[in-house]
T-cell receptor
Framework: GAVVSQHPSRVICKSGTSVKIECRSL??????MFWYRQFPKQSLMLMAT?????????EQGVEKDKFLINHASLTLSTLTVTSAHPEDSSFYIC????????????FGPGTRLTVL | GESVGLHLPTLSVQEGDNSIINCAYS??????FIWYKQESGKGPQFIID?????DKRQGQRVTVLLNKTVKHLSLQIAATQPGDSAVYFC???????????FGAGTQVVVTP
């Protein structure tokens, strides 16, 4: 149990376009999901907290107008990178908080975004 | 700000030996700690967790030790196998419920 999926696993796009990444909790409901980005050889950096039915909470330094988050259901959160640029190329990982189970975060497999 | 840090960026271990991965944390408000394993190109995988009211917890081939006095966390892997090669991250809850603060990570390389 506690499986989290992401789609797509890899995406290549042109500079200036927008990319949507989906995060789904497959066998549990998640009121809270998190979005991270990870550059090569570095740790995970929290971008935002996604709350079902309400606005996301962004970490300091993360542009909310650039990284749009929608958490429309208890099993789906989406991250849209708007007007992507090469510096947005990174590994984006989501996690879902499984409440009642030691509040453990279960992570998705990640999405590799490459902006040309 | 306060952060979680690791002492060793790379750990080379011979197959069959025990591995010890260390982590220092500075936020005394953290009450929940987790170790994650991340293989190349994949998301972090939960290994084991521990709450601040405990000092030791054992899983299958893994043990987490928590020393609150010196704010130190360690992960011990018994009889390390090639499949244990990965980057290991410690994470703490910090001041905010649900949110995790990750350490820098330790690359574990298992040699035959």
């Amino acid at each position: 149990g506690a499986v989290v999926s992401q789609h797509p696993s890899r995406v290549i796009c042109k500079s200036g376009t927008s990319v949507k990444i989906e995060c789904r909790s497959l066998d549990f409901q998640a009121t809270t999901m998190f979005w991270y980005r990870q550059f090569p050889k570095q740790s995970l950096m929290l971008m935002a907290t996604s709350n079902e039915g309400s606005k996301a909470t962004y970490e300091q330094g993360v542009e909310k107008d650039k990284f749009l988050i929608n958490h429309a259901s208890l099993t789906l959160s989406t991250l849209t990178v708007t007007s992507a640029h090469p510096e947005d190329s990174s590994f984006y990982i989501c996690s879902a908080l499984r409440e009642g189970f030691a509040d453990t975060q279960y992570f998705g497999p990640g999405t590799r975004l490459t902006v040309l | 700000g306060e952060s979680v840090g690791l002492h060793l960026p790379t750990l080379s271990v011979q197959e069959g030996d025990n591995s010890i991965i260390n982590c220092a944390y500075s936020n005394s408000a953290s009450d929940y700690f987790i170790w994650y394993k991340q293989e190349s190109g994949k998301g972090p995988q939960f290994i084991i967790d521990i709450r601040s009211n405990m000092d030791k917890r054992q899983g299958q081939r893994v043990t987490v030790l928590l020393n609150k006095t010196v704010k130190h966390l360690s992960l011990q892997i018994a009889a390390t196998q090639p499949g244990d090669s990965a980057v290991y991250f410690c994470a703490e809850t910090g001041d905010s419920w649900g949110k995790l603060q990750f350490g820098a990570g330790t690359q574990v390389v298992v040699t035959p």
